[in-house]
């Protein structure tokens, strides 16, 4: 799992510091309108739903899981390399979507690889580690992209810079992931072709189970409803006085908190019940709309959505793949986490692309804060739909699920 967790680290290192100036690059330097961000970021968001249930099914049918997340890896890190060649809209948008379709291929047969490492009863903890790790990676790559814009002048030459040391963290990823990662099975292998085939269908059958439906139906009504980070980014630079060199500090604040919160909130998952923390991250989440929307004045009102941004995720990103795991059968994993990572990655390329139409013809301020009413509603459908009960008498919002 460590060897997982390090391999995520470097991997974030090199999507995140990309990250924290494709908003700013697609924007303020390459003078796109929020519309076409919004569509770029939908992209990141929400393709790799295309591919996060052929990914589960290669990792469950091969019982490989390490060489399907291997393929995904490596794809991405080729989509590194592509954007040091384009300026162009479709040149980003083709970039961003292979990056992502290698991050849906690689998303559930590497947190299946996780859950079969882990105890039962320390799935939370387990998840919170290696998402600590994949933090401390996302907390790194900021702070190295504002390195690097902090010595070299705001301009083309900067962000490729960025782009050259993303390629390179990302190959070194991949090689690591190749050397020391144990390819561990994640079921027993079938004697036969026809067990082989009997084993294949139950495991499509396990995704309609109650509690995988509902579990993905909730997590696809709040992700419809889920702004993203770089959105609320550059609303808090266009409604404040934040100079565009310090805007990757802003993913930095965010990383710093997950990082902090993702091995306490995966503790408190695995006692007090993963689907109320799942479900209390999204209220933290509506704090941090109304927070962003606040007059408060710009360091607090920035320093709390960025806290409570970090506190979301420790909430539920983890936790998600927690509860999928625990909602399927062994030989279902990789199906069931996938299932639930393609709901919410659907419903926020909605959400990306909606709110960029929002705030391209009302404003950033309303775009807001009709998420935000959205949002309160959702959060009880959601709580509703996670009180399913499972045969030992348990629920996925409360009790160890």
Excluded at 80 to 94: D, N
Aim: proline share 4%; net charge positive.
């Amino acid at each position: 799992m460590i060897a997982l967790g390090v391999v995520s680290m470097l991997t974030d290192v090199s999507s995140e510091s990309v990250s924290a100036i494709l908003p700013l690059y697609i924007t303020a330097v390459l003078g796109m309108s929020p519309l076409a961000y919004g569509f770029i970021d939908g992209i990141y968001q929400g393709v790799s739903a295309l591919v996060r249930m052929l990914g589960g099914w290669w990792a469950d049918s091969s019982r490989r899981p390490k060489w399907v997340a291997f393929t995904g890896y490596a794809g991405s890190a080729l989509s590194r390399i592509a954007m040091l060649f384009t300026t162009s809209f479709a040149g980003i948008t083709g970039a961003v979507t292979v990056d992502r379709l290698g991050k849906g291929l690689r998303t559930g047969p590497r947190d299946a690889l996780i859950a079969t490492a882990a105890p039962p009863d320390q799935l939370g903890r387990n998840f919170g580690v290696h998402r600590a790790l994949d933090t401390a990676g996302a907390l790194a790559g900021p702070l190295l992209a504002f390195a690097v814009i902090a010595l070299i002048p705001v301009g083309l030459g900067g962000y490729r810079s960025v782009f050259v040391m993303s390629a390179a963290f990302a190959v070194v990823g991949v090689v690591v992931l190749a050397v020391l990662v144990p390819n561990l099975r994640t079921a027993a292998e079938p004697s036969t072709r026809a067990e082989a085939r009997t084993a294949s269908r139950g495991a499509w059958r396990d995704l309609a189970r109650p509690e995988l439906r509902r579990l993905v139906l909730a997590a696809g009504v709040l992700g419809l409803l889920t702004v993203g980070d770089g959105f609320l980014y550059l609303a808090l630079a266009q409604t404040g006085n934040l100079g565009a060199q310090y805007f990757p500090l802003l993913f930095v604040g965010t990383n710093a908190a997950y990082l902090a919160l993702a091995v306490p909130f995966g503790r408190l998952a695995d006692r007090v019940g993963r689907g109320r923390v799942f479900v209390g991250g999204y209220v933290v989440l509506l704090l941090a709309y109304l927070v962003a929307l606040s007059a408060l004045p710009d360091l607090a009102r920035t320093i709390g959505t960025l806290l409570l941004l970090g506190a979301f995720y420790a909430c539920t990103d983890g936790v998600l793949a927690a509860l999928a795991a625990r909602a399927v059968p062994e030989v279902s994993r990789s199906r069931g986490i996938s299932a639930a990572q393609t709901a919410v990655a659907l419903s926020r390329f909605a959400a990306s692309v909606g709110f960029g139409v929002l705030w391209q013809f009302t404003g950033v301020s309303t775009a807001l804060v009709v998420m935000a009413i959205g949002l309160a509603v959702a959060i009880p459908i959601a709580a509703w739909l996670l009180r399913v009960r499972r045969p030992d008498g348990s629920s996925l919002v409360g009790g160890a699920a």
